[in-house]
């Protein structure tokens, strides 16, 4: 909980910085340099164990430890750590969330959700407590707190009442809004806030809105139940007496900790860079208005170096006070220190990197110096290996090219993921009995399952729909294309019998949805979905809706009336290539015209599994590759909401082409685990399909080249077999 004693602390997770930019190396290069430098270093820097990680812009992840946590257990990634004040980002994005709802406001005063009390003004907004701009002065200071009697006085198992905390409290440092001074009282203060108004207990509220969302699997909050077996938290050093000698903390009562703590967290640096990354790198936990509230900053920080200024649970990292060489560089994220431990977590705004380091050693007078003595040497290694000293641009400075280049996907092992791998076995073992060719799933971008020729180019069949709604995107957002535009005004009409003034009525929008009112013939039209096209005239625009070739067809022509582009041409160039897919070729695009039934030709593409993965993994993550934005987020959210409805009892709609699944209804639960999202197939077999929630993506391929079996429901239950391999 005290942050004074974080400056040698934060030097060693700088050096980790470092590695994001400069030299385009590999990431298994990175890792081993990283790896090798950490356990070189670790024998003479006074320090018993450092576990670390690190998302690259690419969505790749690095972790990786050093040390022990005890004598005859080494410290692995999965062992937990008391992240201390870092908690006060879990606790702020709780507030910001009630505040989204309606369920509080920021700037209501504390009056209204607070009972009086001598030390705390009941005019001070929840904004302030949030910003330490409250004035209200920190209890740790106070000789009686556990931290100013030192470890040897701690009552392990005393529970701190909220009175006693505030019996604590001086004077106040300033009054509200006029300056800031870093203070755990305002979080104090603000967990009682938070918990009045989601009337439920703030740990349930973080596990319920924050951990299962966002797959912390290893983050504990709630310390009323046994730890499971399968979360082992490191053992914290102590130097308890000052002589050098350092003392295991562990093994005590927790009942102080949690009674006297904002919010009590123990977590692994794997899942903390997955929390930073979601909040500050892929903007998913937050809104637009929330994110930036949080990162106006006040400041400077009263007796606090390092922090440039403080948000609303984020504080702005002076990098230039440690590292004079990177000074300048963006930095923002928070610090912890507990007896026993110390912990950090931050963002590189313009590099798009995201990272977590934790120290099993924390508040005493010689962990500064110990953690100092690691940053020198880590860090100078790093700077040699990598060839920087300060001296190459950081790498949004850089050339673009590497981030284009055809980079394969990375994988991770089925249980890093979530999922048994003997389970997995077994749907491996069905999906080459009903003669699959390739199956992928991937999570939040990393490949947990690949079976089959990933590689081989099958056709798409009408996968092509959702790829030609990417491109509408893109140009949508450029101001290029108008969903309003009617077909009248396009000039869009077919072959006799030509379309009637009723059906030129039909909005691009319409189409979209495949909701025209236009039953024309059409090209790839099957002849299931001639069987079932409604009479011409039986329905206006944007009445109802009926799957219909017709639309998607014409959307092709339109989209190159009105942007002026190619739809292969321009995949190629906006999709295909930034995102680096590593088969997708020209030659494997062409028009398919039935000049008997329309002058709207389909437009056929031919592609891989892993290809269409990369499709699936820039709509889950919201249009973004590599900390650039493909596909207007914008249009990702509207593209894949309901639109029209297919199914009310199934649970599925249309957006703009893509099926849409609502959770919870009968398709989702018949194959997708209750989940929602969205998805398309091609001729019934084909699939991709995307669960944001569960940052899954699905792709199923099967040879439909010439003559083939229909496999029918298998693939269907095949899908339900993967999601039911969960762990």
Known sequence: MNLRKTGAILEAVLLLAAIGYGRQETRSSRGEILQRAMDAYLKDSGLVGVSAAVIFPDGTMWKGATGISHPGVPLTTDMLFDIASVAKQFQAVLALKLAEEGAMALDDPLEKWFPPYPQVDGKITIRQLLSMTSGIDDFVADPKSPWGAGYQNIEFEKI????????????????????????????????????????????????ERLLKPYRLDHTLVDFSKPVPANRPIAHGWLDARGDGNLVDVSGHSLNWAISIAPMLVYSTPADLVKWVDALFHKKTVLSEESLKAMLTFSGPVRGEPLMKGYGLGVADINVGALLPKWEGLRCYGHLGNQIGYSTFAAYFPDHGLSLAMTFSRGCDQ??????????????DALFEDLGLGGSEPPRSAQAPAAENAKVGLTSIAPEDAGWSSQKLGEAKAFAAKINSAAVMVLYDGQIFVSWGNVEKKYRLHSIRKPLLSALYGIYWGRGKVRLDATLEELGIDDIPPGLTKEEKQAKVSDLLQSCSGVYHEAAAETREMAGVRPARGSHPPGAFYYYNNWDFNALGTIFEKMTGAKIFEAFKKEIADPIGMEDFSLDDCGYSYEENKSRHPAYNFRMSARDLARLGVLYQKNGSWNGKQIIPRDWIEISTAAQATVSEERGVGYGYMWNVIKPGMTFSNMIFDGHGGFFHTGVG??????????????????????????????TIQLAAMIMKARL
Do not use: M
């Open 160 to 207: 701190w009442t909220l009175d006693e905390i505030l019996g604590l409290v001086g004077e106040p440092n300033f009054n509200p809004g006029e300056a800031s001074s870093y203070s755990n009282t305002n979080y104090v203060v603000l967990k009682h806030v938070i918990e009045k108004a989601a009337r439920t207990k703030q740990t349930i509220l973080c596990e």
């Open 685 to 714: 077999i084909h699939a991709l399909a995307v669960l944001p929630d569960a940052k899954l993506v699905y792709v199923y391929r099967y040879d439909t080249d010439g003559e083939f079996q229909d496999p029918g429901d298998a």
């Open 366 to 379: 010689d962990a500064d110096r110990a953690a100092g003595a690691f940053a020198a040497g880590v860090f």
